[in-house]
Nanobody, 121 residues
Framework: QVQLVESGGGLVQPGGSLRLSCAVS????????RAWYRQAPGKERELVAF???????NYADSVKGRFTISRDGAKNTVYLQMNSLNPGDTANYYC???????????????WGQGTQVTVSS
């Protein structure tokens, strides 16, 4: 009952920027928080950023100051603006729906196909 479609990935040079988009279709209204995860080859999928229904955001230390998560309720879309990209940001990026509880994001484990971000010169 949740469909997620990520887009916006691509190949960029170090220092460049990308904006990822995720179209969310969900009939589970309690899953009202949104997040971006990423997974690089050989590494665990990690939480990059999340945003609550009320607009509270949180970021992984590795992306603080460089990435910004936002949402457009009218469009049911979540965005991840990525600036000052470095090769360590290379990964497949996935959006996610979940809940915000006790200051933490809790994924409900619905996933799209992801969008690949490659940062290379």
């Amino acid at each position: 009952q949740v469909q997620l479609v990520e887009s916006g990935g691509g190949l960029v040079q170090p220092g460049g920027s990308l904006r990822l988009s995720c179209a969310v279709s969900s009939s589970i209204f309690s899953f009202n928080a949104r997040a971006w995860y990423r997974q690089a080859p050989g590494k665990e999928r990690e939480l990059v950023a999340f945003i609550s229904s009320g607009g509270t955001t949180n970021y992984a230390d590795s992306v603080k100051g460089r990435f910004t998560i936002s949402r457009d309720g009218a469009k049911n879309t979540v965005y991840l603006q990525m600036n000052s990209l470095n090769p360590g940001d290379t990964a497949n990026y996935y959006c996610n729906v979940g809940v915000y509880s006790s200051g933490r994001y809790v994924s409900r484990n619905y996933w799209g196909q992801g969008t690949q971000v490659t940062v290379s010169s």
